[in-house]
Nanobody, 112 residues
Framework: QVQLVESGGGLVQPGGSLRLSCAAS????????VGWYRQTPGKQREFVAT???????NYAASVKGRFTISRDNLKNTVYLQMNSLKPEDTAVYLC??????WGQGTQVTVSS
């Protein structure tokens, strides 16, 4: 039905890279702002990045210069390229579409 499904999470060393993907189905995608949040147990959900239907991007200060959000409307998919990863980036990364549609999350762990 209405789904956002994340993939690409995993275990990486500090300084490493990951690319997260989020595939949308059962919804209108192209005209909506989509993006990523992250959450650690016991902590408030944190904004990471968004991209509008027109391609305008916004980033949290903590990830600016290291992460890049992009979208492919033909594939109904949003991506998050994460470079220079730090242990403090460890979290469950959640995909969303404007209108409070959320994915289930994918775990990113940055550790030696």
């Amino acid at each position: 039905q209405v789904q956002l499904v994340e993939s690409g999470g995993g275990l990486v060393q500090p300084g490493g890279s990951l690319r997260l993907s989020c595939a949308a189905s059962g919804m209108v995608f192209d005209i909506y702002t989509v993006g990523w949040y992250r959450q650690t147990p016991g902590k408030q959900r944190e904004f990471v990045a968004t991209i509008s239907g027109g391609g305008s991007t916004n980033y949290a200060a903590s990830v600016k210069g290291r992460f890049t959000i992009s979208r492919d409307n033909l594939k109904n998919t949003v991506y998050l390229q994460m470079n220079s990863l730090k242990p403090e980036d460890t979290a469950v990364y959640l995909c969303y579409r404007a209108g409070q549609i959320w994915g289930q999350g994918t775990q990113v762990t940055v550790s030696s």
